[in-house]
């Protein structure tokens, strides 16, 4: 319903700016957009990103923590990918189980235990066990659509004569200013439930929701300081990431950390463990340690070999 209320909203903004004839064709490139990006959702994604797909043999330790953790789910095993990117972060993608796509930063890598990767992985394949991926995958098409069809509008009406009178250009103002800010609302809508719904099956299948919420803390404190080129060009598609890039307040369509690590805290006491939450602190940003999973290099930058939490012997 969420989804027809933003489809709505587009046909709206295409009535504002060209009448009729312009809700006719919102509504046309609406459907267009919600088929091609049925089919096309991770490509998309992932292309954004300059994703490339690791296996076995390039990323041993952490394709092999995502096999395992998708036998644990009962899902199918989806393509992994690695972003070489500082800012931490991992997000899935995919219209579905059986078509479903995981990727996570250079700097989630390096900077997580294995056990709390393995608590960020779980809680993405949570994502594609509830079949979030291609529900937040559309609204962050669409909304972005909207953003960018507001643009369009501004720059194309900004200029026009007096014939269309002052009220036509306060209505495309009101129109261009008001929607995007309106489709912020409806992501926030979608987005916020499906993430403690993938924070709980997240929980389910590591069987260590502390490991996540610990996690969560690490990303939240890391993503603030480090620049990310993507969510700063389409805002729209840091709600796919586990933790949102704060860009813009507006766009923060995720439950507050403190409030799910909260919740995964009443997860694990249900579990049955009973120590105390962990620290939110995140590690020295001048310590060196070995990383989580051993670091997944481009063939053409590959820096000698380190040692990792997940390979002791630098293999």
Known sequence: MLLSALTALFMALGYTLGG????????????????????????IVLSMHNAREVDAQSAPEFYGLVQALSQRAGL?????????????????TGRNPENAAVAATTGLLNMLTRDEVAGV???????????????????????????MLANFGLFFRGGGNEENGHSNMIATLLAVIVAPFAAMIVQ????????????????????????????LAKISGRAELIPNPVAERNPAAAQLYIVPVHVSELFS????????????????????????????????????????????VPPAAAPKPRRSALDPHGR
């Open 76 to 92: 199918p095993m989806p393509r992994v990918y690695v972003i070489d990117q500082d800012a931490p972060n991992a997000f899935a």
């Open 20 to 43: 009729s004839g312009g809700a006719v064709i919102a509504l046309l490139v609406a459907a267009g957009m919600n088929l091609f990006t049925f089919w096309n959702a991770d490509k």
């Open 121 to 147: 992985m779980a809680h993405e394949l949570g994502h594609v066990k509830n079949r979030d991926t291609l529900i937040m995958t559309m609204v962050a098409t669409i909304a972005g659509a909207i953003s």
């Open 188 to 215: 926030m809508a979608i987005s916020r439930t499906r993430e403690y719904g993938a924070d709980q099956a997240g929980a389910e299948i590591s069987g260590n929701p502390r490991a996540l919420a610990s996690a």
């Open 253 to 296: 369509t995720h439950p507050a950390t403190e409030k799910r690590i909260a919740a995964l805290e009443e997860i694990a006491q249900d579990m049955g463990q009973k120590d105390g939450p962990p620290p939110m602190t995140m590690p020295s940003q001048t310590a060196t340690r070995a990383s989580a999973l051993s670091p997944v």
